[in-house]
C-alpha cells in the first residue's frame, strides 16, 4: 500500500512565524500535491509538483511556497504565518498519468495559527 | 474547464437504510471518475474508480456506483448502511494538463447515520 505521511498531526504556531509541513511517500511517486481543507469551502489546491525541484501554483498560493528536493518529500512553508492560514492541510501523491491516476492522501495536519 | 457538483451538503440516513450520493461533473473528454471517503480527523480514502468499460464498478466497504454519460453523474450507493460510514464523501474528476496528472474535487457531502 502507498504510504503518506505527514510529519505532524497537530501544529500551533503564532503569527509571523515560519511554519514547515512535511510529506513524505514512499512509492516513487512522481506527483505530490499540497491542499487546504474549510468547511464548506471544500479541498482547495496550493502547489503541486511533478518532478523534483519542480513546482507549480495551484488555485491559492498567495502566503505559501513549496520545496521539493529529493523525490519522496514535498514541504510547504508558511513564510509568515496568519490566523487565516488556520486550516487543515493535506499532502497527496500520485503517479504520472493522464488523469487516471488517483491520489493517495495522508492523514492531514491540523494548523491552528494564533 | 472540468467541474464536479455534489449537490447535497449533508445527508442523515438510518443504520441499515440504503445510500445513494449524488455527483455530477463537466469534462469535455471521457471522465475518470472517483469517489472518496474521509474519516473524521483523517485524510482521504480512496473507495472507487472508473476508467472505462463497466459502467457499474465494485469499491471496499460494500460501495459501487454507476456512471450515466447522458446525465454526466456518477452516484455512489450503498445497499445498507452501517454505523461506521458516517464520514464525508468526495467525488472528483482526472484530467490532465501541461503540468500531468490532476484531479478536480467537489466540495463533498457529509453523511450522518441515525442508529
Known amino acids: 500500500d502507498v504510504k503518506v505521511t505527514q510529519s505532524s498531526r497537530y501544529l500551533v504556531k503564532r503569527t509571523g512565524e515560519k511554519v514547515f509541513l512535511e510529506c513524505v511517500q514512499d512509492?516513487?511517486?512522481?506527483?505530490m500535491f499540497w491542499y487546504r481543507q474549510d468547511p464548506g469551502l471544500g479541498l482547495r489546491l496550493i502547489y503541486f509538483?511533478?518532478?523534483?525541484?519542480?513546482?507549480e501554483k495551484g488555485d491559492i498560493p498567495e502566503g505559501y511556497s513549496v520545496s521539493r528536493e529529493k523525490k519522496e518529500r514535498f514541504s510547504l512553508i508558511l513564510e509568515s504565518a496568519s490566523t487565516n492560514q488556520t486550516s487543515m492541510y493535506l499532502c497527496?501523491?500520485?503517479?504520472?498519468?493522464?488523469?487516471?491516476?488517483?491520489?493517495?492522501f495522508g492523514n492531514g495536519t491540523r494548523l491552528t495559527v494564533t | 474547464a472540468q467541474s464536479v457538483t455534489q449537490p447535497d451538503i449533508h445527508i442523515t440516513v438510518s443504520e441499515g437504510a440504503s445510500l445513494e450520493l449524488r455527483c455530477n461533473y463537466s469534462?469535455?473528454?471521457?471522465?475518470?471518475l472517483f469517489w472518496y471517503v474521509q474519516s473524521p480527523g483523517q485524510g482521504l480514502q480512496l473507495l472507487l474508480k472508473?476508467?472505462?468499460?463497466?459502467?457499474l464498478v465494485q469499491g471496499i466497504k460494500g460501495f459501487e456506483a454507476e456512471f450515466k454519460r447522458s446525465q454526466s453523474s456518477f452516484n455512489l450507493r450503498k445497499p445498507s448502511v452501517h454505523w461506521s460510514d458516517a464520514a464525508e464523501y468526495f467525488c472528483?474528476?482526472?484530467?490532465?494538463?501541461?503540468?500531468?496528472?490532476?484531479?478536480?474535487f467537489g466540495g463533498g457531502t457529509r453523511l450522518m447515520v441515525k442508529p
Open positions: 497527496a501523491s500520485s503517479r504520472t498519468g493522464n488523469g487516471n491516476s488517483p491520489l493517495h
Open positions: 512509492m516513487d511517486h512522481e506527483n
Open positions: 509538483s511533478y518532478d523534483v525541484k519542480m513546482k
Open positions: 469534462y469535455g473528454a471521457t471522465p475518470y
Open positions: 472508473y476508467f472505462s468499460g463497466d459502467t
Open positions: 472528483a474528476v482526472g484530467f490532465h494538463n501541461n503540468a500531468g496528472n490532476m484531479l478536480t
